[in-house]
């Protein structure tokens, strides 16, 4: 599933009274927009954040969203919410994008936890939103007595029935689409949707509801910023954002040895009777390490990147696959910090060899040869890899948010 994520934040925040949009106070060192657009950003799911932003802020737009290593695209929010999220859409990669998540980021507290719910349950439904069954009593009012300021209660709802909306919401793109269309071609043009849910439910789509959370509230007024602040404080001290924090892959990999094949480690040959068998060159020790990298960067695997199916990987010098997947995480903001890898092989002896690879390695990936680490094993002549059979790699990669992202 291919997801876009809408993030709006087009209001100015009449109601807080502040001197800067509301979506600019800060929450424990980081602004309300910045908590809403990191969560967006840890998503995996997601492929794509379209911010929609008041103009003058659009305009010059704070460093968090232009280095992100997400895509990111930002566009001028409209006067009603239906304007800002319809600008928003038209920047949705839609020839690519399934489905379309939409949050407020006024609610900066949704957790992970909730936008994983929410776009799990949209492959099951078209249209699905948080919300949260009332724990009040909710009654309906009318007028008031004549003189009186305060309204009279005119019936009890049944509590039952009722969800109290939150975001993310999520939609077919298509369904969004024709839900926007819908709505631009309304008559009454003061007519503003709180939610786009309603613009589907207008449209006569379906829409289902997955339980909220509690603390996912919206900051609107100067008391709900007291609420979240209070929130942060029950929470202890607020970890550095994950964009921020060093992270560690581990890889794995094995290949049979058989006579009449090369035996290339690290992208060096090694004199031996037998060699790797695979698709590529079987370089062992390069796809560990390439896989140890992306996992790092929470990328995928080799397999992934560089199908075994694909003829243009076929004999590949696995060097050149390693290369690759620093570049993929080096654009993603990451530099690599340091290999280690433990070789498990009965034959050759690798202590001779252990140093040139190292340098070769460090040489290709751009990596100080301090930083890469090679231990040879053997098996103690047990099992497959005791018996020669194969050459077993097992490695860890630790990746670093590049300097340059890291003061955005
Ligand atoms: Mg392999």
């Known amino acids: 599933m291919w997801v876009s994520a809408i993030l709006a934040a087009g209001g100015r925040g ?17 602004t309300i927009l910045q908590r809403s657009f990191d969560t967006l950003e840890q998503m995996d799911a997601i492929a794509e954040v379209i ?14 969203l232009t280095s992100s290593r997400k895509e990111v695209r930002i566009v ?19 020839a690519r994008a399934d489905r379309v998540l939409i949050h407020d980021a006024a609610r900066p507290f949704a957790t992970p936890n909730l936008f994983h719910r929410v776009i799990e349950s949209s ?21 008031r007595q004549p003189g009186a300021e305060i309204p009279l209660v005119s019936r009890t709802l049944p509590r039952e029935s009722l969800y109290l909306i939150q975001t993310p919401q999520i939609f077919l793109t298509r369904h969004l689409g024709d839900a926007i269309a819908l709505a631009r071609g309304s ?16 449209a006569g789509f379906p829409v289902a509801v997955v339980d909220g959370e ?13 609420v979240a602040e209070a929130l942060i404080g029950q929470a202890g001290p607020v970890p550095p954002p994950l964009s921020l924090l060093p992270r560690i892959g581990i890889g794995y990999d094995l290949h049979r040895l058989e006579p009449g094949r090369r035996f290339i480690l690290g992208g060096i040959e090694i004199k031996h009777q037998t060699g790797l068998i695979g698709h590529s060159d079987a370089d062992v020790l390069c796809h560990a390490l390439t896989d140890a990298i992306l996992g790092a960067a929470a990328m995928g695997d080799i397999g992934r990147h560089f199908p075994d199916t694909d003829p243009a990987w076929k004999d590949a010098d696995s060097i050149q696959l390693l290369r690759h997947a620093v570049r993929l995480v080096r654009d993603a903001g990451f ?9 498990i092989a009965e034959l050759p002896k ?22 890469i680490s090679l231990k040879g094993k053997t098996n103690e002549k047990v099992g497959e890899l005791g018996r020669n059979e194969a050459v077993a790699v097992h490695a860890v990669a630790l990746l670093a948010v590049a300097p340059e992202r890291s003061f955005a």
């Open 335 to 343: 530099v690599v910090v340091n290999l280690d890898a433990v070789i």
């Open 214 to 226: 509690p603390t996912n509230i919206k900051i609107t007024t100067e008391q709900d910023m007291r």
């Open 14 to 30: 009449a109601r807080m009274g502040a001197q800067v949009p509301k979506q600019l106070l800060e929450l424990g060192g980081r």
């Open 123 to 143: 492959r099951q439904h078209n249209a699905v939103t948080a919300g949260l069954r009332p724990t009040d009593t909710v009654k309906q009012v009318h007028g």
């Open 76 to 94: 001028d929010g409209g006067d009603r919410r239906q304007d800002s999220v319809a600008n928003a859409f038209n920047k949705v990669t839609t």
């Open 187 to 202: 008559a009454d043009a003061t007519d503003e949707a709180t939610d786009e849910a309603t613009l589907l439910e207008r």
């Open 350 to 371: 690798l202590a001779p060899h252990v140093d040139t690879i190292r340098h070769h390695l460090a040489d290709k990936i751009g990596v100080d040869v301090r930083a």
């Open 51 to 64: 911010v929609a932003l008041p103009g003058d802020l659009a305009a010059n737009p704070p460093a968090f």
